[in-house]
């Protein structure tokens, strides 16, 4: 049971450059959330998705899009990469909206723009 | 806006201690705290959570302590030991209709557990 399993660990952008954070989990649970994590800043919302084909805005989404094409995949796009968007970005889900659900994160993506 | 504040940001306990971390919130719709634990390189991982019906739910070693009317909670360590060197995430939601997508997480506090 892998859970929720992202890639790359770690990855170094040239400011403009576009990428796709991946994330995929085995659960078979309807949602998923997108985070990113900054030094001293705790953990932000950038997309979350409460099942296949049904997306929205977290608390900072500007600069990224995501999809939602199949219950497993939740994917996440950078495009024009800034530094400001240098952080470590965790996938998770849950099983159920409930905010009692416990939510299940992946091992994160380092990202570095410069 | 900072819906919930932690402190301290880090945290230096000589094993066998007690640690201990403290959150404040300012909405009282919150109704379900938890706190999540996150290990270096790690997702943050759920430890243990309360609701405000309780003053205190005790799970091993980790203990949640909650006081209402001050609108505050905090985790405290017994025994603390360099396992439990990690970076430490209160959080708060609202009941009802809410989903996870409300999940306020305050800032982390690191801690780290000395021999």
């Known amino acids: 049971n892998a859970g929720v399993t992202q890639t790359p660990k770690f990855r170094i952008l040239k400011i403009g450059q576009s990428m796709t954070l991946q994330c995929t989990q085995d659960m078979n649970h309807n949602y998923m959330y997108w985070y990113r994590q900054d030094p001293g800043m705790g953990l932000k919302l950038i997309y979350y998705?409460?099942?296949?084909?049904?997306?929205d805005k977290g608390e900072v989404p500007n600069g990224y899009n995501v999809s939602r094409s199949t219950t497993e995949d939740f994917p996440l796009r950078l495009e024009l990469a800034a530094p400001s968007q240098t952080s470590v970005y965790f996938c998770?889900?849950?099983?159920?909206?409930?905010?009692?659900?416990?939510?299940?994160f992946g091992a994160g993506s380092r990202l570095t723009v410069l | 806006q900072q819906q919930v504040k932690q402190s301290p940001q880090s945290l230096i306990v000589q094993k066998g201690g007690i640690s201990i971390i403290n959150c404040a919130y300012e909405n009282t719709a919150f109704d379900y705290f938890p706190w999540y634990q996150q290990f270096p390189g790690k997702g943050p991982a759920l430890l243990i959570a309360i609701r405000p019906d309780v003053s205190e739910k005790k799970e091993g070693r980790f203990t949640i302590s909650f006081n209402k009317s001050a609108k505050q909670f905090s985790l405290h360590i017994m025994d603390s030991q360099p396992g439990d060197s990690a970076t430490y995430f209160c959080?708060?939601?609202?009941?009802?209709?809410?989903?996870?997508?409300?999940?306020?997480f305050g800032t982390g506090t690191r801690l780290t557990i000395i021999p």
């Open positions: 959080a708060a939601i609202k009941g009802g209709d809410f989903g996870n997508e409300k999940l306020t």
């Open positions: 998705s409460v099942g296949a084909g049904i997306t």
């Open positions: 998770a889900s849950s099983y159920s909206r409930s905010g009692a659900n416990v939510l299940t």
